[in-house]
């Protein structure tokens, strides 16, 4: 009974000890967050810091959401004309899983894109007629064509690229990043997230979110409008100084409770509400797109004025990551082409294309590029073969996890350079393969971290981005 008391007394002492400490340690991040005057410095990694030299400060990623066609924009194959209505072979399909959605046809037709491509830029780079704009760019992206993932349907598949595992609860890449690299701009979020597009697969807010990561880490979602952030406007009847002795109250109360409870979410409610107050001067600045040049918006295009739009998203993101925003990700909707895909990548490349290219080469001629990396990906690729009824004019793809195709720019990307090739039917890859968690290794990379240092413990295990998997794709880098 005795040795059962004291260690009683000794676990009591250790939570008040810890109680202590971390109101302590919260209450002195707090009071640096709170200061008003000077620029404010950018924090400590929570890690490990810069593991080695950074190409890269910042991120900004063009997620297309429901997983564009290879054979339809970027992986050619000429060869396919051949074999255009007939069945696909066994030997390429080696009993490979198919989704519900195809895996009860009696036949598996090869449909041949029928879309034009030419080569472009220096190196020569096949593209489809769908991507013009992106064509001019060539020779500033990184086209890999032998991206694969472990997951066949959609909600998985992006979680995965997204946060490293096919489960959802796992922190984002942008929390991750905010986690290890911390703020640069004491005025915006560490880490945004920007919606456009229409239909197609649902986006949920968890894969912006921080998982076990404390909540200061998740993405702040700017809404589709010239208010991007929902309540940050002071009500009717409520000014400034208003405002601000309200949330000088309520932080007196929220550090009383600190004190108490030693909770460091106590301590993150704090600084978001500081957030939120700054917010109020720098997010419409932010938003309001009027001084921006008429050259600019003949760059991006006429709905570059419209918010909302991935064009006006696009542009936003330039103006974030001159901010100093860590993380900035752009989420386009509509590419799930199960049927009528001729018609309705149209749309989305037509969507898309123009401020693409505008992005990089805004970056560029700012002098950004070199600092900002850009990534370009869909959650997984097509079938070679139709889904659907197939005619001379329309044809439909399944979803396909074999192999995909993405680009990168800028940020210690090696420009111009194909990396990774898939069979004549761009159904298997034939050379270097590069798996989710590879990716995701590289990006970090890029921004000066060790993925397998950049960890965080939670229910009694380290956990990291890329879980225990991972390599630097060193032919990629510049």
Known sequence: MQNSSNELEMQVNRRSFLRQNTAGVGLAALATLLQESGAAEPQKAISNGLHFPAKAKR???????????????????????????????????????????????????????????????????????????????????????????????????????????????????????????????????????????????????????????????QGVKFRRSSDPVLFLSNPPGVDQKARREMLDDLGELNRLSLEQKGDPEIATRISQYELAFRMQTSVPELADLSKESSATFDLYGEKAKQPGTYAANCLLARRLAERGVRFIQLYHRGWDHHLNLPTKIKQLASETDQATAALILDLKQRGMLDDTLVIWAGEFGRTVYCQGTMTATNYGRDHHPRCFSIWAAGGGMKPGMTYGQTDDFSYNITENPLPVHDLNATIFHCLGIDHKKLTYKFQGRYYRLTDVHGEVVKPLLS
């Open 59 to 217: 991120v900004i990623y063009l997620s297309q959401s429901g997983a564009p066609s290879q054979l339809d924009l970027f992986d050619y194959k000429p060869e396919l004309k051949k074999y255009h209505k007939t069945e696909l072979p066994d030997s390429i399909r080696r009993g490979q899983r198919l989704t519900g959605m195809t895996a009860g046809q009696n036949s598996f037709p090869i449909a041949a894109s029928m879309f034009q491509f030419a080569q472009h830029g220096k190196n020569g780079r096949w593209m489809s007629e769908l991507l013009p704009h992106t064509a001019k760019i060539s020779d500033e992206i990184c086209v890999i064509k032998s991206m694969f993932t472990e997951a066949i349907n959609h909600d998985p598949a992006i979680t995965f690229l997204q946060t490293g595992s096919i489960q959802a609860g796992r922190p984002s890449m942008g929390s991750w990043i905010s986690y290890g690299l911390g703020s640069e701009n004491k005025d915006l979020p560490t880490f945004v997230a920007l919606t456009s597009g229409a239909g197609g697969q649902p986006l949920y807010d968890r894969l912006w979110g921080s998982g076990f990561l404390p909540t200061k880490h």
